[in-house]
């Protein structure tokens, strides 16, 4: 490569991990969530994402960050459903290195995962899978939520304090 | 282009490689830093392996993986105890469950929190990494009212929200995990990894599965728990009362033989009132108990006994 070409590149290069970072891009790392309409859980849903969606971060309030989707919809998750890719810059602080690591590993590696789990089944018949998977079916519906704590006055729903 | 352009430039390819997991990349990052002269062939290699993914510990376990690890030590549980069947009591229990953990520090896991009663008399409760949360018919026959109950879910979404389970976890089956699984982006094994790490994934139930229904947590992480639970719970709306109210009971209810279940697995309930006092005479104003909630506590255990 002549010197000019290679400089370009690094410039390029440079511009690039800076333009990525300004961008400010979240990954969500949770199976599948809600975006929601304002930052808090019983406010109604404006979409549903999933694992590795990659979401531009506008705004950080009080544990939620405001996102917009690559559809271009807008909505508020809270700060544990989603990282940071800007760690990995930081990686180069060593405080910040074992977050960084976990974070992308979530989301490139294998692990103990489908594939792991569906090996160790097939050796242990008495570990009961099915009644797990019954187990996670059962998920309260936002009406089910609400109305829960409207009549028992929790959350924004209490005044009793 | 000045040194300091140098090491900027440096620094942005070592940490553009953190987002690539190709070792060719690595590679002609090492050569492209080394060959702005200011950096050695072994310095640059380095930067790179800096920027690189090492794990060594439980807290570098995935989202994911802690899933799966929870999946597998929920199956085991339920291995040994059947669920309750009361769909009444089991949707009370998770819609409570649910609330407290969106009031939680975590929130927000892999697979989200799940919620079940056992079908057993035994008074005890069990979180699995990641969100699987157990309460049997004994202990919930043992609350009085909502608080109570709201106060031991809260416990347990403590323990998860802590991750105190994976920290059940030998190190050294870690350290043989994540060298078996390795940092590249293939997200299949082939047979002979598969099976490797298949065997250590059973160490790792192991080691979780007799620390919650065996063993036991340190007793730092009980206590943990305890604070949280009292932050949540308060967080939620509910009165702080429940969990001291939970541990008289328990108190009064210790077994004079050899300590077996709950009791095996959980400190002193008089140690821990001594601590869960002093956290709740910290919390000042917090909400008081409602007759509403007591009420349809009552309604969603009444056929239990």
């Known amino acids: 490569m002549k010197k000019p070409a290679r400089l370009t590149f690094l410039i390029a290069a440079v511009l690039a991990v800076f333009v990525f970072l300004l961008a400010e891009t979240v990954v969500v790392k949770i199976k599948t969530t809600s975006l929601r309409r304002d930052p808090k859980f019983t406010a109604p849903i404006v979409a549903a994402i999933k694992a590795g969606d990659s979401l531009e971060k506008l705004e950080a309030r009080d544990g939620w960050v405001k996102v917009k989707t690559k559809a271009g919809v807008v909505g508020w998750l809270h700060s544990t459903a989603v990282e940071s890719k800007k760690l990995g810059l930081l990686a180069m602080d060593k405080t910040m290195k074992t977050q960084a690591s976990a974070g992308e590993v979530a989301l490139a590696a294998k692990g103990f995962n489908k594939q792991v789990e569906d090996k160790y089944r097939a050796g242990n018949a008495a570990a009961d899978f099915a009644a797990v998977d019954a187990m996670e079916k059962v998920r309260p519906t936002p009406a089910e939520v609400e109305a829960f704590m409207k009549e028992g006055k929790l959350g924004e729903f209490g005044g009793s304090r | 282009m000045?040194?300091?352009?140098?090491?900027?430039?440096?620094?942005?390819i070592?940490?553009?490689?953190?987002?690539?997991?190709?070792?060719?990349?690595?590679?002609?990052?090492?050569?492209?830093?080394?060959?702005?002269?200011?950096?050695?062939?072994?310095?640059?290699?380095?930067?790179?392996?800096?920027?690189?993914v090492v794990r060594s510990t439980f807290a570098e376990?995935?989202?994911?993986?802690?899933?799966?690890?929870?999946?597998?030590?929920?199956?085991?549980?339920?291995?040994?105890?059947?669920?309750?069947?009361?769909e009444a009591l089991n949707s009370y229990v998770n819609v409570m469950g649910t609330i407290l953990a969106y009031n939680s520090d975590r929130p927000?896991?892999?697979?989200?929190?799940?919620?079940?009663?056992?079908?057993?008399d035994e008074v005890n409760a069990m979180a699995a990494p990641g969100g699987f949360i157990f309460v049997t018919k004994g202990l919930v026959r043992r609350c009085g009212d909502e608080e109570t109950l709201a106060a031991i879910l809260a416990h347990e979404i403590g323990h998860v929200a802590e991750r105190h389970g994976l920290q059940s976890i030998k190190k050294s089956r870690l350290l043989d995990a994540f060298k078996v699984i390795g940092s590249e982006a293939s997200r299949q094994f082939n047979s002979e990894e598969l099976a490797k790490v298949t065997g250590i994934f059973e160490g790792v139930l192991g080691d979780v599965v007799e620390t919650l229904v065996e063993r036991g947590y340190d007793r730092k992480f009980e206590y943990e728990a305890d604070k949280l639970a009292l932050s949540f719970a308060v967080r939620t709306g509910y009165s702080p009362g429940g969990l001291a109210e939970f541990l008289v009971g328990m108190e009064e209810h210790k077994p004079s033989g050899t300590a077996a279940g709950w009791f095996k697995t959980h400190p002193s309930p008089a140690d821990r009132l001594v601590r869960v006092k002093t956290e709740t005479a910290v919390l000042g104003a917090a909400p008081a108990k409602l007759d509403v909630r007591t009420a349809r506590f009552a309604e969603a255990a009444k056929n239990l006994r």
């Open chain 2, 14 to 52: 070592a940490a553009s490689l953190s987002f690539s997991g190709c070792q060719a990349v690595k590679q002609g990052a090492a050569d492209i830093i080394a060959s702005t002269g200011k950096v050695s062939r072994e310095d640059a290699q380095s930067l790179v392996r800096t920027a690189e």
């Open chain 2, 61 to 86: 376990i995935t989202e994911e993986e802690e899933y799966y690890i929870g999946r597998a030590t929920a199956a085991l549980i339920l291995s040994k105890y059947m669920p309750y069947r009361n």
């Open chain 2, 2 to 12: 000045t040194a300091r352009a140098k090491a900027l430039v440096s620094i942005a």
């Open chain 2, 108 to 120: 927000e896991t892999y697979g989200g929190y799940h919620f079940l009663v056992l079908d057993t």
